[in-house]
């Protein structure tokens, strides 16, 4: 009899081929950084100063850009607002984990680590955040955890075209690479001793871990981090969400880098 032997199974990428919502749209085609093959635009749409930069660049780009019926656009989105465009585009490419360790000019890396955030509104209210703070990259796992699809691009409104990003297969593995690099990881945890706002690492080469909704980090990621800490809370409310938290430890690290 003829061994057969199992297909092996094609790793996720990054993802990130759909991309929807205006200011997400505009990001795709002015960063340039990967292939647009088309752009949709719902036929009847209220003219806007922002549709305007999307038909520009992408005739300069000379992306294809089609007009069609409203149901037809809303009926190819995979969010719920998806604000009269979408485009298609090739996959994100990824990142290499050893380059994102290296200085990006003349700024040390600030790296965003996630681990295992599962929420895509999450991740990409996160890679806002972070690029918005002067973030140089951002590292994911490959499994269980959210990857780039419609709903993180549209939340991070361009931010993935400009955080580069690595994938790997686990973050325990991915913060001993980094602490070999000379990066400096700094998990936040909600139940550490010490402080965000006492952080005095963050004028130099960071990663700021963060984990999952709910769990937070896990065990082996908490014990591979050089730094725990956490943001001093004086309300009723029992802790941020991780994009909330996300944002304040990326503006802190940002504040003491400037």
């Known amino acids: 009899m003829r061994q057969t032997h199992p297909t092996p199974r094609p790793q996720r990428g990054l ?19 990967r292939r647009t093959r088309e ?18 660049l ?7 850009l089609r007009h069609v019926p ?3 656009l809303e009926g190819a989105a995979r969010t719920e607002a998806p604000q009269g465009v979408l485009a298609k585009a090739d996959p994100l490419p990824e990142a290499d984990l050893d380059q994102l360790c290296g200085p990006s000019g003349v700024v040390e890396p600030f790296l965003l680590v996630f681990d295992g955030v599962t929420d895509p509104r999450n991740l990409g209210a996160l890679l806002r955040s972070g690029a918005a703070a002067g973030a140089t990259g951002a590292v994911l796992p490959r499994h ?10 549209k939340a ?31 998990g936040l945890d909600p ?22 909704e709910g769990t937070g980090l896990s065990r082996l990621v908490r014990a591979r981090c050089d730094l725990l800490v956490a943001i001093p809370q004086q309300g009723a409310v029992a802790s941020l969400n991780v994009a909330a938290a996300g944002a304040v430890a990326c503006f802190e690290v940002a504040r003491r880098r400037a």
């Open 156 to 186: 991070a409104a361009g931010a993935i075209e400009h955080v580069p990003m690595a994938m790997v297969a686990g973050v325990p593995s991915a913060l001993r690479t980094l602490a070999g690099r000379g990066v400096w990881t700094v």
């Open 15 to 33: 993802g990130g081929e759909q991309v929807e919502g205006r200011r997400a749209v505009r990001e795709l085609l002015a960063a340039g950084r």
């Open 191 to 212: 139940q550490a001793p010490d402080s965000l706002f006492d952080l005095e690492l963050a004028d130099r080469a960071v990663a700021l871990v963060l984990g999952a």
């Open 70 to 72: 409203r149901a037809q």
């Open 144 to 153: 269980r955890a959210a990857h780039v699809t419609a709903t993180v691009a």
């Open 39 to 56: 752009v949709w635009v719902a036929e009847g749409v209220e003219p806007a100063p922002l549709l305007d930069e999307i038909a520009s």
């Open 58 to 64: 992408a005739r300069r780009r000379r992306v294809p």
